[in-house]
């Protein structure tokens, strides 16, 4: 016995005088917050290695470690970086002011983002690789390259098809481009190329998201192996039994998109969207809400954007393209804005029906160009509290975007969790979000792929994207 005990002195003793071994980032008295369990994990070291956590524990590994940074997170909340799983580059006369955005997302804590498609595909897969390999400051970028439409699209940059030989060609040039998912939308696509598009692209190993046709059900397109529904509206239609009545009657041209409306109104149920989505789970279609473009489009006669100070980092043209949407609300009359504010409260309110079924939430915005005071950036939070207001709790709704995000992709193994092995894209909070899920914006630093970026290189990269928008405000 005194044998042993001696020996476990002098192990120790060695292993006291045993030099650290140096990590690039060591993390000390940080809060973890587990998104698995909502717990919080407190006193913890957090070690950081190249792009990678290294590992995590108590106090113990202060003695082992030392880190070429050290931070001291004492009374700060860290967690997963946020996901923006829709959002938009796009307008192709005004590139350079898609590039602010890249570092806009990052001073927001948004360390990924999905590209649900635009018309600068080309630019926005360059920016993808180089900030993959270190080039380029910015969030990491999943993008779809450009969409599939039908001939003719209102949408500039689409690929449109008419014909199976077509489509099958748009799928080929997307594989050819090394996207990373498909979107698929149905101003101009027929309802048989839109479920086709959707069986061929799966087919090939992509995930596919979209809108969904008025010519196919939910169930349908489900089925056809669509892995998310654009837009928390579209949901609508799984709440009411007389779902494929309007559809048959839509395409035989016997209703009216406004007679729709009314009928799906007048017959929607909890407990037949309970089951349908239910269904749509176990098929593994899920969705993404973009509750925050809804809202600002529903309720623009009440809303007031005048003094968001985050339109002082938006460029010029970009601010311009929210006009439209503007422009076309004053064009409609009151029954039209009240059947607007129906739709948008009618959807938002299935949101908690969704996650009791099992239905998997993605959060995103549909933020960028074109769509009205959607912040690039702050975006994500208004969405966040969104999810909340409607039900949600603040763990559901930032698993919707730190576990669920990764997961549309299968990454679950390089991110969702403060732990070892996965990526070191996190956020640092001077308050905790589980409390109040506002709290995501109290932002003390960020770290994307390892690099690490405090309040100070946050702000000054804040300053610097401002100052570009003032010089090129008074040029255009």
């Given at each position: ?273 309970e089951v349908n989505f239910r269904k749509f789970a176990k098929q593994g279609t899920g969705i993404v809400p973009t509750l925050l473009i809804s809202r600002n489009i529903a309720y623009l006669d009440s809303l007031d954007f005048s003094t968001d100070t985050i339109l002082n980092y938006l460029g010029p043209k970009l601010k311009e393209s929210y006009q439209w949407r503007i422009d076309r609300y004053a064009k409609e009359d009151q029954p039209s804005r009240e059947n607007r504010k129906r739709l948008y409260e009618a959807s938002a309110r299935l949101l908690p029906i969704m996650q009791k079924s099992g239905m998997k939430i993605i959060a995103g915005t549909d933020a960028g160009y074109l769509n009205t005071y959607d912040y690039p950036g702050l975006g994500i939070h208004l969405e966040l509290a969104l999810m909340v207001k ?87």
């Amino acid at each position: 016995m005194l044998i042993r005990a001696f020996y476990l002195f002098l192990l120790g003793l060695i292993s006291s005088c045993s030099p650290k071994s140096s990590v690039d980032l060591l993390i000390k008295k940080a809060s973890i917050i587990s998104l698995g369990s909502g717990e919080i994990i407190q006193d913890q070291v957090i070690l950081i290695q190249g792009d990678r956590i290294l590992t995590t524990g108590g106090d113990t590994l202060l003695s082992q470690y030392e880190g070429i940074m050290e931070i001291n997170a004492e009374g700060r909340f860290v967690l997963p970086g946020l996901w923006d799983n829709h959002v938009h580059f796009g307008g192709a006369e005004y590139i350079d002011e898609n590039e602010q955005l890249l570092p806009l997302f990052l001073a927001f804590g948004v360390t990924s983002v999905r590209d649900a498609a635009g018309d600068i595909p080309l630019e926005v897969l360059k920016w993808r690789d180089e900030i993959a390999i270190g080039n380029r400051t910015g969030p990491r970028i999943f993008t779809s390259g450009p969409k599939i439409e039908g001939i003719n699209s209102i949408w500039p940059g689409d690929l449109e098809v008419g014909s199976e030989e077509e489509l099958d060609r748009a799928l080929d040039s997307l594989v050819k481009l090394k996207v990373d998912f498909v979107k698929i939308t149905d101003n101009a696509l027929s309802a048989e190329l839109f479920l086709s598009a959707t069986q061929k692209a799966i087919k090939r190993g992509l995930p596919v998201s979209g809108h969904v046709h008025t010519g196919i059900t939910l169930d349908e397109i489900s089925l056809a192996g669509l892995s998310t529904i654009e837009h928390q509206g579209y949901a609508l239609r799984a709440a009411t039994s007389e779902e494929t009545r309007i559809r048959n009657e839509r395409a035989a041209g016997k209703m009216t998109a406004e007679e729709a409306n009314l009928l799906q109104f007048q017959t929607l149920s909890d407990s037949v969207a309970e089951v349908n989505f239910r269904k749509f789970a176990k098929q593994g279609t899920g969705i993404v809400p973009t509750l925050l473009i809804s809202r600002n489009i529903a309720y623009l006669d009440s809303l007031d954007f005048s003094t968001d100070t985050i339109l002082n980092y938006l460029g010029p043209k970009l601010k311009e393209s929210y006009q439209w949407r503007i422009d076309r609300y004053a064009k409609e009359d009151q029954p039209s804005r009240e059947n607007r504010k129906r739709l948008y409260e009618a959807s938002a309110r299935l949101l908690p029906i969704m996650q009791k079924s099992g239905m998997k939430i993605i959060a995103g915005t549909d933020a960028g160009y074109l769509n009205t005071y959607d912040y690039p950036g702050l975006g994500i939070h208004l969405e966040l509290a969104l999810m909340v207001k409607s039900g949600l709790s603040p763990l559901e709704a930032l698993t919707a975007s730190l576990i669920n995000g990764p997961a549309y992709f299968g990454l679950e193994e390089d991110y969702g969790a403060v732990a070892s092995g996965k990526k070191a894209s996190l956020l640092i909070l001077r308050n905790n979000p589980l409390e109040q899920i506002e709290n995501t914006q109290s932002i003390e630093s960020v770290m994307v792929e390892g690099k690490y970026f405090s309040r100070k290189d946050l702000d000054s990269m804040l300053d610097e994207i401002k100052k570009w928008v003032l010089q090129n405000e008074s040029i255009k």
